[in-house]
């Protein structure tokens, strides 16, 4: 095994353990809910508040994120975000008080979007050639689960040995920080740096070309793709839920599938990933994925609301997180086969990031009252939802393959 292909999976490791892993302080309130909201003695509505702030300032951070990507090195920005990020997550382990709260998950925003996310992907397609696109994010996808599930693990185990939760979310909390930390010094000793005439552009001219690349047909195929497999993304989270309430699914099994799922990460991750490359193709494997997709859901529609038929729910919702995230990992790979530029990789992710995840800004709230007002109805019309975002998805694919097979210039 030769150096050049440690230094190409160990720095793609290190890239898959930090994008689950900065994620995890953010949103650390959906883990240790009850605990972090008794340590504060917040309500509801303030702990929805937390989130709300963090998913504005995220969503604002893309945009900024993708041009700072193309500007500064990929190393640097990296080593900031993680070193950041965990001195936040230590800051909140104090359990400060609401106010100041809502001011660590808003800096949160920054640090894990605008100096991170664009920075990430950027890494990620610098480690390969174009045919090697498929597998690397596939790879990253997958370990990230897998490195995921493990670090909930001992976050979880580290909470147990407490018999005051509150301690053992601290616990938890600072344990999830310091490996954050971690990982940020390891990218500053192990990440390569961007070369440097890449960054000749000021940052108005980056700013500039930002909002030129919103001109451009192609981007907004990719929003588009992004837009709708993250919608279906989005939706399939509910599927625990609904067995749940149809079909007599306890919680601690609804718990240990969400464990399964970080698992199932890694398989649709990697499968997806190494699929695309053998098929030259990263659009035929969100295509071909979404085809799955719309006929899992459409399975919840037909499947009758039986305790007895359990078993049929587990195993399809199984297969539609394995379809579900062989498409999540193409997503930004298939930047590659739309002719995306490696030097304007950072302001098209950041615009793809910023539209493509704007279904969080209305669709929970939006399925969320069907479940309310139809009951089994609702959840079917949210079935439905997912089915025409997929079929939707399919059609931008085709659309963008034929944009790129017309042999025009990105730009």
Known sequence: MNKTFIKKYGTLLLLAAGAGIIFQLPYIRETFYVP??????????????????????????????????????????LTFSFLATGVLGLWFSTFPGFTVSRIIFVLMGISTIITYWSACIKAT?????????????????????ILNAALVFVMTAAFARYANEIAGAAAAIRICSITVII??????????????????????????GLFKMLLIPRVWLLVGIVFTAYSIYGLIGYITTYAQQFYGMTATMAATLGGIRYLLQGV????????????????????????GLIVSFGAYILIPGNPSLIGAVIGNFFIGLIFIYAVRSQYFAVHDDAKVPLHLSGRVSGIASALGYMPDMFMYTLVGSWMDNYGRTGYNMTWAYAMAAGALCILLTFILSKVVKNGKSFE
């Open 268 to 291: 649709g991750g990697i499968v997806g990933g190494f699929l695309a490359d053998k098929l030259h193709s990263r659009m035929k494997v969100i295509a071909g994925g979404c085809v």
């Open 125 to 145: 397609r610098m480690l390969g050639t174009e045919e090697e696109q498929g597998r690397l994010f596939g790879l990253q996808e997958g370990l990230r689960g």
């Open 183 to 208: 990982i940020g010094i390891l990218n500053f000793i192990f990440i390569e740096d961007t070369k440097k005439e890449e960054q000749t552009e000021s940052i108005l001219e980056v700013t500039k």
């Open 36 to 77: 972090i909201q008794n340590a504060m003695g917040l309500s509801n509505a303030q702990m929805g508040m937390l989130s709300s702030g963090y998913a504005t300032m995220a969503t604002f951070s893309y945009f900024i994120g993708g041009a700072i990507a193309d500007k500064f090195s990929a190393r640097k920005l």
